[in-house]
């Protein structure tokens, strides 16, 4: 009988409560609609994401460059639904399919916090007359970055969308113990959980916990934390083992492909960008970064004080008067209550904000401070302010009381146009200062001359960006691609050439290599074609450059600088003068090639290009953590000595000072 009552309950809000809620939801939602879609675009790194999809939909796999096992996006989940929708879209293009989803998602996210927020309250209004009003919700919309990021392709509005269901499912958890009297005396005489409580509704719940590092790799702090929740307050090992199979189904089994098919612990992001070290200096003036041209603190305070409000005007809270069925102890029905719930929120918020202040933050501003600010909001997201009616407090008190909380909120309102309509980073928003933080969608459309970067035809008008597809088509028989101090021109290496025997109609058949090497992988790599390797040097997609350690003082998020002579040393290209560019060394290709020999890059390297076999994969399994760990020395003498091998022989006689002496 509990698991056919396993549905949240319905409460009967008041006719205002119901109006003034789903008023607020539809203004919060067109509002953050249209200024998203006032500042539509797609970053580069949000084509990166495209240009694995188009792998998948070509047949070679999860992978950036066909033949090379990289995970470049950090967000499994985001990369899949990409996937599903470009291949349901069929002949859409698959720009417009990512801001679709991107934009869809995001405002879905906001309207489920609002509506999680809104049953929260719920039983504490029931009867009486009140407005819910948008509070959290707008001040999240109101910040230029939520609306930049709304867009972006990255995987912010599928985080969000995520956030909001588990706020909203925890919510609806929270309560399902003291619903009602009659469903609690229903629970008593048959001895099961009350509605929403129910064996499906918590295999969901554990579900969508679960999924969290499918989402993104820090979340598990969020899906693990509620997790544990539910297994506490959960009575009998059958309710438990039913959170552990659905929680943990889906990531373990994801987590074994990762390592038997990557040789991985972790997406290949974390290991470009070190996600265990720690900048917490760099983390502070990101943190300042995004707080200093919107006042933050501003809003903070008010909605902290509009907290404190309606915490010392309750009564006893609903889910304490109600007392929870039997079988229940005093830890279980402490966890599986509201106010643990709002907790755990704002905790893993402040969580969520630690973590990435100590990584060091982000070089796109305030991006990755989003979702901890969404979390902090999110149990203030709507407000209830109470139509005094002389029954709880006096009316004189009444009016008092919602005097207050409706100043409050006006002035939440007032900060949230100012904080809208603000210019962000200034001047400085496009120019990449000591701090390496710039406004991402400002900067890509002052430099694609686009008020809206949304295609890769766009980012065409990037600098070097046509220049690389004259330059590919003038080489035939291969090449590596290096940037050029001249934006019009890249520095070609060129490949071995073929046989000169070779018939006509080989040299046709003959599949020539292509490499360049950049750091705008996502508009290069979707302007190319999959046939092109196209690899960096911070280590997103070149597997070399991952394993290279992390610069101390490198700008963040590209603080690994992989010298572009590995790339000549490991690829089919001429190694010499005259074929090669004036500011690479001929020794340092030679040494590069010879550290490639080193046993255990040589296995890293084997992990991600030899091919798949049931073997490779098992291997891959059993040596993943060793892979995750392993650097490398990006000089290559250094990488010689590590390993070591011997240093070759130099081709030309060092210089000493002496004439040279001859025969």
């Not at 599986?336 to 704002?346: E, H, I």
């Not at 035939?476 to 890249?490: E, F, M, R, T, V």
């Not at 690994?560 to 690829?571: H, I, Q, R, S, Y």
């Amino acid at each position: 009988m509990g698991d056919r009552l396993a549905r949240p309950a319905v409460f009967p809000y008041d006719v205002s409560v119901r109006i003034s809620l789903w008023v607020s939801v539809l203004v919060v939602a067109g509002l953050f609609g249209w200024g998203a879609w006032q500042r539509r675009w797609i970053a580069d790194d949000g084509l990166i994401v495209l240009r694995t999809v188009r792998n998948l939909l070509a047949g070679n796999g999860p992978v950036f460059n066909a033949g090379e096992r990289i995970e470049a996006n950090t967000s499994t989940a985001w990369t899949y639904l990409v996937t599903l929708g470009a291949w349901l879209g069929g002949s859409v293009r698959m720009e417009y399919v990512v801001l679709a989803l991107a934009l869809g998602l995001s405002v879905i996210g906001v309207v489920l916090a609002m509506l999680g927020t809104g049953r929260l309250y719920a039983p504490s209004l029931q009867g009486r007359r009140a407005l819910l009003l948008p509070a959290g919700a707008l001040v999240y919309i109101a910040v230029p970055p939520a609306r930049d990021f709304a867009t972006s392709g990255l995987e912010n509005g599928l985080v969000l969308a995520y956030l909001g269901l588990l706020w909203w499912m925890l919510v609806c958890w929270s309560q399902a113990l003291r619903v009602a009297p009659a469903a609690q005396r229903r629970t008593a005489a048959t001895d099961t959980p009350s509605p929403g409580a129910g064996r499906y509704f918590e295999g969901a719940l554990a579900a969508v916990a679960g999924f969290s590092v499918l989402i993104r790799p820090e979340l598990a702090l969020i899906g693990g934390g509620a997790l544990v929740m539910m297994l506490i307050a959960a009575r009998g090992w059958r309710r438990r083992v039913l959170i552990l199979v659905a929680g943990g189904l889906l990531p373990v089994a994801y987590q074994i492909f990762r390592m038997g098919y990557y040789g991985l612990l972790v997406p290949g992001t974390a290991v470009a960008k070190d996600a265990s070290g720690s900048k917490w200096t760099q983390g502070l003036t990101y943190l300042t970064n995004f707080n200093q041209p919107y006042l933050l603190w501003v809003p903070v305070v008010l909605l902290a004080a509009l907290g404190l409000v309606l915490l010392t005007t309750r009564t006893r809270p609903w889910w304490v008067r109600h007392q929870a069925p039997r079988g229940y102890g005093w830890l279980a029905r402490t966890v599986q209550s509201p106010a643990a719930v709002v907790l755990f929120m704002l905790v893993s918020g402040l969580l969520q904000a630690i973590y990435w202040v100590r990584q060091g933050g982000d070089f796109m501003h305030g991006r990755v401070l989003l979702t901890p600010l969404f979390c902090l909001l999110m149990p203030l997201s709507v407000i209830p302010v109470v139509l005094p009616d002389g029954t709880k407090f006096t009316r004189e008190t009444g009016y008092l009381l919602a005097a207050a909380t409706s100043v409050l909120w006006a002035a939440v309102v007032g900060w949230s146009i100012w904080a809208a309509n603000s210019s962000g980073l200034g001047a400085d928003a496009t120019r990449v200062t000591y701090t390496g933080i710039v406004d991402e969608r400002r900067f890509y459309s002052q430099a694609t001359g686009h008020a809206h970067p949304l295609t890769a035809a766009d980012y065409l008008d990037y600098p070097r960006m046509r220049a690389v597809l004259t330059a590919i088509e003038n080489t035939p028989d291969g090449a590596l691609l290096l940037p050029s101090g001249n934006y019009d021109q890249w520095d070609v290496v060129p490949a071995y050439p073929p046989p000169p025997d070779l018939s006509p109609a080989a040299r046709r058949a003959l599949q020539t290599p292509h490499t360049v090497f950049f750091t705008n992988m996502g508009m290069l790599g979707m302007n190319v074609g999959l046939d092109v390797r196209v690899i960096d040097q911070i280590g997103l997609t070149n597997p070399l450059a991952m394993h290279t350690e992390r610069l101390t003082d490198g700008r963040i998020g590209h603080d690994k600088n992989l010298f572009p002579d590995w790339a000549v040393a490991e690829g089919p290209f001429l190694k010499v003068r005259p074929y090669i560019p004036a500011y690479l060394d001929e020794e340092w290709i030679a040494q590069a090639e010879a550290a490639l020999a080193c046993p255990a890059t040589d296995s890293m390297l084997n992990s991600v290009r030899g091919e798949m076999t049931p073997r490779r994969f098992l291997s891959n399994l059993v040596h993943a953590y060793e892979f995750t760990k392993y650097r490398i020395d990006r000089v290559p003498l250094y990488e010689l000595k590590r390993c070591g091998l011997p240093v070759p022989e130099p081709k030309t006689p060092p210089y000493t000072g002496m004439p040279a002496t001859g025969p």
